[in-house]
Nanobody
Framework: QVQLVESGGGLVQAGGSLRLSCLVSGRTFSDYAMGWFRQAPGKEREFVASISWFGGKTYYPDSVKGRFTISGDNAKNTVYLQLNSLKPEDTAVYYC??????????????????WGQGTQVTVSS
């Protein structure tokens, strides 16, 4: 079994930055994709960023491209999401996820089979 634990959320003013971390433990895979999603109250969970664990390839939706950066540290079994130039509409619970059958970054939520518990990000105007 794989466990994902997010940290680093909090309250920040618009224009500020945060760095989220996702510690991966338990069973590991030869290669797989990691992703970040977010869910605001009353909205569906949406894709934010993805990275291939060993290849380092990344993928972002247009809504965060240029502001958010996903990265991984294999030695620490940790995936990061750097959030810059934050906007009030970025307020959400941010979830880390692993797609064990994917070796390339993917935006498709149904391809992720392991999830963390989420960390709250609140951006004030």
């Amino acid at each position: 079994q794989v466990q994902l634990v997010e940290s680093g959320g909090g309250l920040v003013q618009a224009g500020g930055s945060l760095r989220l971390s996702c510690l991966v433990s338990g069973r590991t895979f030869s290669d797989y994709a990691m992703g970040w999603f977010r869910q605001a109250p009353g909205k569906e969970r949406e894709f934010v960023a993805s990275i291939s664990w060993f290849g380092g390839k990344t993928y972002y939706p247009d809504s965060v491209k240029g502001r958010f950066t996903i990265s991984g540290d294999n030695a620490k079994n940790t995936v990061y999401l750097q959030l810059n130039s934050l906007k009030p509409e970025d307020t959400a619970v941010y979830y880390c996820a692993a797609a064990s059958s994917r070796s390339r970054p993917t935006p498709y939520i149904h391809e992720y089979d392991y999830w963390g518990q989420g960390t709250q990000v609140t951006v004030s105007s």
